[in-house]
């Protein structure tokens, strides 16, 4: 069973960056689509970035601002975020999706890596 541990988070101010990272504990070589997700206090989980095989998406709420990458190489997922705003403020997730046609399942949440955006 494959784990993801997240890591990277901190305090940052608003306008900063911070780059994240999603340490896989095996091969995301096949692995169809990885995302990254974020939940607020007293919101549900978001996805704000997913990249797949050929492809990437996002959220509008970050899109311009974050940039997801994947190394399979490394089995690790980046998530560069950029012109931070205290919105962006939440625990951020990894996660994975086997096949196109799955949910972002593929392995049990791990503890996340805090971002909290503030003067």
């Known amino acids: 069973q494959v784990q993801f541990v997240e890591s990277g988070g901190g305090l940052v101010q608003p306008g900063g960056s911070l780059r994240l990272s999603c340490a896989a504990s095996?091969?995301?070589?096949?692995?169809?689509?990885m995302g990254w997700f974020r939940q607020a206090p007293g919101k549900q989980r978001e996805l704000v970035a997913a990249?797949?095989?050929?492809?990437?998406e996002y959220a509008d709420s970050v899109k311009g601002r974050f940039t997801i990458t994947r190394d399979n190489s490394r089995d690790t997922v980046y998530l560069q975020m950029n012109s931070l705003e205290p919105e962006d403020t939440a625990v951020y997730y990894c996660?994975?999706?086997?096949?196109?046609?799955?949910?972002?399942?593929?392995?049990?949440w791990g503890q996340g890596t805090q971002v909290t955006v503030s003067s």
């Open positions: 996660n994975a999706k086997k096949y196109y046609y799955s949910e972002y399942n593929y392995a049990a």
């Open positions: 095996g091969s995301i070589f096949s692995i169809y689509g």
């Open positions: 990249a797949t095989i050929g492809d990437t």
